[in-house]
């Protein structure tokens, strides 16, 4: 089933690394190549990269990649997976960027955030675009830039300015010069109605954005650009593309309405489909692109937790209670229950469905008989008791979910997982192959490259098996522990 140019190569320019992987039709890695990326943090708050190295870095792995897997003929098509709503500035005529990309983390534009809040904008914004005013998204952003970076503010002067999330930076040097943005990552802006084919003007006056310096949305999947014959030695078509956390959703085949899957790695990401609706949501959750083809799209429903392995870690390496994360699982085991310990993992502020960046986090419940496993277990209990809270706002909005998919570096402990079926009281499932990410744009870029027939078709073929968990709790310990959760909240 390897005929020449039935490969497909994913760039995944991921926030602490980028890498990129060949896989074959039938979903089996064929090449891969990882590089970690520089993090800047110029002042407390601010996260940045160099948008010259993110781009070197893609380069060189998808040549290495390319070149072990044979060579530029033996691609179908490329798929392009990115993190979301980090902003790059760059120069149209030169290709150079102007300032270093301001990354989703960075909280610079609180205040302004903050004052469009108070002024009643939020739910105006909330209701055409699916998401609150937060920093998070693109649109401030690029308004930061432009209002105090001079080059950025020059250029945006004689129409040479250029701002565009990773994938339309990545997309710019790869094919020289076109400027284009997938829906799904279009949709992180708050320059995007849910609803609109494309930018915004009264989205792009209200946040300062100079639409000319946007490019043009298109679909997740097709023939959405190809590549400079130097770049790999021949020409190779972009495919596919889509933000990672909607390129994770369809690598977990959550393809038709109400399937849902969680990600949980330095954050968790849960991302219900909700088919060809645009979602409205009244519990503070995230209405957002999933995938748009033939000018059609699909949505999606989304809840951001922004502490879930990050807890694991700073375990880890500021309480150093902990030698590794995976020891995690035998010292969860190794109690009954986390002893009445109860772990409020808000060490950045809780995200959905609270919005509460000024939260801090909290251990209640201890006495002298709390040891190192309670309160390692207690942090674990911690993943299943947000998402929890998370199902509660997704049922809520209509969308209660019937199952859970689960992938991130988190999802390989079996303990979390068992924990997260017995909690949810739900059928949870695990893939054998968690790179979903990945996964799921080489599935958008096989189908836009022909390879399949549809998604569904590049599901069956690519994905793998996957291990199923139920549960098994008591409802009277599941609600105790639900109890103990909610009064640990309210006490913050
Ligand atoms: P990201 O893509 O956000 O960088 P990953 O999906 O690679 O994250 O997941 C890494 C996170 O998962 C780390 O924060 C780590 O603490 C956590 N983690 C990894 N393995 C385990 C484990 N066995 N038990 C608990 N947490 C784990």
Same mark, same amino acid.
């Given at each position: 089933?390897?005929?020449?140019?039935?490969?497909?190569?994913?760039?995944?320019?991921?926030?602490?690394?980028?890498?990129?992987?060949?896989?074959?039709?039938?979903?089996?890695?064929?090449?891969?190549?990882?590089?970690? *990326?520089?993090?800047?943090?110029?002042?407390?708050?601010?996260?940045?990269?160099?948008?010259?190295?993110?781009?070197?870095?893609?380069?060189?792995?998808?040549?290495?990649?390319?070149?072990?897997?044979?060579?530029?003929?033996?691609?179908?098509?490329?798929?392009?997976?990115?993190?979301?709503?980090?902003?790059?500035?760059?120069?149209?005529?030169? =290709?150079?960027?102007?300032?270093?990309?301001?990354?989703?983390? +960075?909280?610079?534009?609180?205040?302004?955030?903050?004052?469009?809040? #108070?002024?009643?904008?939020?739910?105006?914004?909330?209701?055409?675009?699916?998401?609150?005013?937060? %920093?998070?998204?693109?649109?401030?952003?690029?308004?930061?830039?432009?209002?105090?970076?001079?080059?950025? @503010?020059?250029?945006?002067?004689?129409?040479?300015?250029?701002?565009?999330?990773?994938?339309?930076?990545?997309?710019?040097?790869?094919?020289?010069?076109?400027?284009?943005?997938?829906?799904?990552?279009?949709?992180?802006?708050?320059?995007?109605?849910?609803?609109?084919?494309?930018? +915004?003007?009264? !989205?792009?006056?209200?946040?300062?954005?100079?639409?000319?310096?946007?490019?043009?949305?298109?679909?997740?999947?097709?023939?959405?650009?190809?590549?400079?014959?130097?770049?790999?030695?021949?020409?190779?078509?972009?495919?596919?593309?889509? =933000?990672?956390?909607?390129?994770?959703?369809?690598?977990?085949?959550?393809?038709?309405?109400?399937?849902?899957?969680?990600?949980?790695?330095?954050?968790?990401?849960?991302?219900?489909?909700?088919?060809?609706?645009?979602?409205?949501?009244?519990? @503070?959750?995230?209405?957002?692109?999933?995938?748009?083809?033939?000018?059609?799209?699909?949505?999606? !429903?989304?809840?951001?937790?922004?502490?879930?392995?990050?807890?694991?870690?700073?375990?880890?390496?500021?309480?150093?209670?902990?030698?590794?994360?995976?020891?995690?699982?035998? *010292?969860?085991?190794?109690?009954?229950?986390?002893?009445?310990?109860?772990?409020?993992?808000?060490?950045?502020?809780?995200?959905? %469905?609270?919005?509460?960046?000024?939260?801090?986090?909290?251990?209640?419940?201890?006495?002298?008989?709390?040891?190192?496993?309670?309160?390692?277990?207690?942090?674990?209990?911690?993943?299943?008791?947000?998402?929890?809270?998370?199902? #509660?706002?997704?049922?809520?909005?209509?969308?209660?979910?019937?199952?859970?998919?689960?992938?991130?570096?988190?999802?390989?402990? +079996?303990?979390?997982?068992?924990?997260?079926?017995?909690?949810?009281?739900? %059928?949870?499932?695990?893939?054998?192959?968690?790179?979903?990410?990945?996964?799921?744009?080489?599935?958008?870029? =096989?189908?836009?490259?022909?390879?399949?027939?549809?998604?569904?078709?590049?599901?069956?073929?690519? @994905?793998?098996?996957?291990?199923?968990?139920?549960?098994?709790?008591?409802? +009277?310990?599941?609600?105790?522990?639900?109890?103990?959760?909610?009064?640990?909240?309210? #006490? @913050?």
């Amino acid at each position: 089933m390897n005929a020449i140019g039935e490969l497909i190569l994913v760039l995944d320019a991921g926030t602490t690394s980028t890498r990129a992987i060949v896989f074959d039709r039938n979903g089996a890695v064929r090449a891969t190549a990882q590089r970690a *990326l520089t993090q800047h943090y110029p002042q407390p708050g601010w996260v940045e990269h160099d948008p010259r190295e993110i781009w070197d870095l893609t380069l060189a792995s998808a040549r290495q990649v390319v070149t072990e897997a044979g060579g530029a003929d033996r691609i179908a098509g490329i798929g392009i997976t990115n993190q979301r709503e980090t902003v790059v500035a760059w120069d149209r005529q030169t =290709g150079e960027p102007l300032h270093r990309a301001l990354v989703w983390q +960075d909280r610079r534009t609180a205040d302004v955030c903050a004052a469009l809040r #108070e002024a009643g904008h939020e739910a105006g914004v909330q209701e055409t675009t699916g998401l609150l005013l937060d %920093p998070y998204f693109s649109a401030t952003k690029m308004r930061w830039l432009i209002e105090n970076e001079p080059a950025v @503010r020059a250029a945006a002067a004689t129409g040479r300015l250029a701002l565009g999330t990773v994938e339309t930076w990545l997309t710019f040097k790869l094919t020289g010069g076109a400027q284009i943005s997938d829906a799904s990552n279009a949709s992180r802006t708050s320059l995007l109605p849910l609803t609109g084919a494309s930018w +915004d003007t009264g !989205l792009c006056d209200f946040f300062g954005v100079p639409m000319a310096a946007l490019g043009e949305v298109t679909d997740n999947a097709g023939m959405l650009g190809t590549t400079l014959a130097e770049h790999f030695g021949a020409p190779i078509a972009i495919t596919g593309m889509a =933000g990672d956390q909607q390129a994770a959703t369809i690598g977990q085949g959550c393809l038709a309405p109400g399937e849902t899957k969680a990600t949980y790695g330095t954050g968790a990401f849960v991302l219900s489909n909700m088919g060809g609706a645009a979602p409205k949501s009244r519990h @503070r959750l995230l209405g957002t692109v999933l995938c748009q083809i033939g000018g059609t799209r699909s949505y999606a !429903l989304e809840g951001s937790v922004f502490v879930a392995g990050s807890l694991i870690q700073w375990l880890r390496d500021a309480m150093g209670l902990i030698s590794s994360t995976a020891e995690t699982e035998s *010292l969860a085991r190794s109690v009954p229950d986390s002893g009445g310990v109860v772990l409020v993992p808000a060490l950045s502020g809780l995200g959905a %469905p609270y919005w509460r960046p000024d939260a801090r986090a909290s251990i209640t419940g201890m006495s002298f008989s709390t040891t190192r496993a309670h309160l390692v277990r207690a942090a674990l209990e911690a993943m299943a008791l947000q998402t929890c809270d998370l199902a #509660e706002a997704f049922a809520g909005d209509g969308a209660r979910w019937t199952s859970l998919r689960i992938d991130g570096g988190m999802s390989a402990n +079996d303990w979390i997982a068992q924990d997260l079926a017995d909690m949810l009281d739900l %059928p949870v499932e695990r893939p054998d192959f968690v790179e979903t990410t990945a996964l799921g744009a080489a599935m958008l870029a =096989g189908y836009g490259a022909g390879v399949f027939a549809s998604l569904t078709e590049a599901a069956a073929e690519m @994905r793998g098996r996957v291990r199923h968990f139920s549960a098994e709790l008591a409802d +009277d310990v599941r609600q105790a522990r639900l109890a103990a959760w909610q009064a640990a909240l309210a #006490e @913050r």
